[in-house]
């Protein structure tokens, strides 16, 4: 059987009375070097495991069972469950297991299914979820890399440069846990059903430490005051965040020692500059 092979694919999901689920954001792949590609990506041997989130019935699956040591692939349709242990039946070191990445401890879940190996994660992600199942991956701890398919917006996002139109909170923040690549795009006529966007796949390295100094908790306090109306300048952004602790003159006076003009916007700061920020107001 072909998995993306659409005559194979369509015949696999009327033997089992499959519907297609529009809040799951089910889109299964039919071009067979898409998931051949992000296996590929995901730099994988037989000393890596990999969490697959999402299999759908099960592509990308089944060529990260050729290239790792183990898969454990976390699927929340219960009713994908009789079609991939059909699709996987060949893959003896591959386990599914029923549940909802959201909800699952999954530090712990590595740490059960893969003692021993080099644990990596690796997933065509809804759309629905991308921002919080990444944001779960790369604070997990235990992941040394997460390859992903998201859409393509999300993607040029999470690798924006400091000051251009696609950074934001999120960009900082995933560029702070990882080196953050984007890989390559996916055309919408490579998914049934097709989506109305274009996809694309990053592969973010996880950090062994930080890239800038400083408490985190205080440098994303801060990102996020000042993304949180972008178009204000960064006075006002922190005026309104911190004006309970420092006067307009003192916040004006912080971006001045930190080498920052008071007209300036949050979102033409790097790490660097916002690290610098809070260790100034804290």
Not at 199 to 216: H, K, M, Q, Y
Not at 270 to 281: H, I, K, N, Q
């Amino acid at each position: 059987m072909n998995l993306t092979e659409l005559r194979d694919i369509k015949a696999l999901l009327a033997r089992h009375g499959f519907r297609f689920s529009k809040s799951m954001g089910q889109n299964f792949l039919i071009a067979d070097w898409v998931p051949r590609d992000i296996a590929e990506a995901a730099g994988l041997d037989e000393t890596c495991a990999v969490l697959e989130i999402g299999p759908g019935i099960g592509p990308l699956t089944v060529q990260l069972s050729r290239r790792a040591a183990k898969v454990a692939a976390v699927e929340l349709d219960r009713a994908l469950l009789p079609i991939l242990a059909e699709t996987l039946a060949d893959c003896p070191n591959v386990e599914v297991i029923p549940g909802d990445a959201m909800k699952l401890d999954l530090a712990g879940l590595a740490a059960e299914k893969f003692p021993g190996l080099t644990v990596k994660a690796c997933a065509n992600l809804p759309y629905n979820i991308t921002t919080p199942v990444i944001t779960r991956l790369l604070e997990a701890g235990c992941f040394q890399s997460v390859t992903v398919m998201i859409q393509r917006e999300v993607a040029r996002r999470i690798c924006a440069a400091p000051g251009s139109s696609d950074c934001g909170a999120f960009s900082l923040f995933c560029q702070y846990h990882a080196d953050c690549e984007f890989l390559f795009e996916v055309p919408p006529d490579c998914f049934l059903p097709a989506p109305k966007v274009t996809s694309a796949v990053v592969r973010l390295t996880l950090r062994d430490r930080p890239p800038v100094e400083g408490d985190r908790d205080a440098i994303f306090s801060l990102v996020k005051a000042a993304f949180a109306q972008r178009r204000k300048t960064l006075l006002n952004a922190l005026s309104a965040a911190y004006g309970s602790r420092f006067s307009k003159e003192q916040l004006r006076q912080i971006l001045a020692d930190c080498g920052l003009p008071e007209t300036v916007r949050g979102e033409r700061l790097g790490l660097e500059e916002f690290a610098a920020l809070a260790r100034m107001l804290g």
